[in-house]
């Protein structure tokens, strides 16, 4: 059974960091690609980052030099670092596994999700 688990969620103040790990497990996922979203309350679903083949990276323009996406295929982990969180970044962050190898931006290319760990930012 394929699970994803999210974890690194909190309460922060404006300006600092957090880091997401989101850890597989039920398959390997090297060869897919892996992205993180977020909901905030009252607001759809939205596309954060995304990574996929060697390593390349796609960002939603909000975060972009922020927020580095990552992963450690030995540990079936990818990683979100977010850097100079800002109010508006406070959502419900999910991790979803791709359903091939290409990352993209659209929610309905990813076949399993997270349950999500929620991050909030005090101003």
């Known amino acids: 059974q394929v699970q994803l688990v999210e974890s690194g969620g909190g309460l922060v103040q404006t300006g600092v960091s957090l880091r997401l790990s989101c850890a597989a497990s039920?398959?390997?996922?090297?060869?897919?690609?892996m992205g993180w979203f977020r909901r905030a309350p009252g607001k759809e679903r939205e596309f954060v980052a995304t990574?996929?083949?060697?390593?390349?990276?796609d960002y939603a323009d909000s975060v972009k030099g922020r927020f580095t996406i990552s992963r450690d295929n030995t540990k079936n982990t990818v990683y979100l670092q977010m850097n100079s969180l800002k109010p508006e970044d406070a959502a419900v962050y999910y991790c979803?596994?791709?359903?091939?190898?290409?990352?993209?931006?659209?929610?309905?290319?990813?076949?399993?999700w997270g349950q999500g760990t929620q991050v909030t930012v005090l101003s």
């Open positions: 979803a596994a791709g359903r091939g190898g290409w990352g993209s931006r659209q929610a309905d290319q990813y076949d399993y």
């Open positions: 039920g398959r390997t996922f090297s060869n897919t690609a």
């Open positions: 990574i996929w083949g060697g390593d390349f990276t």
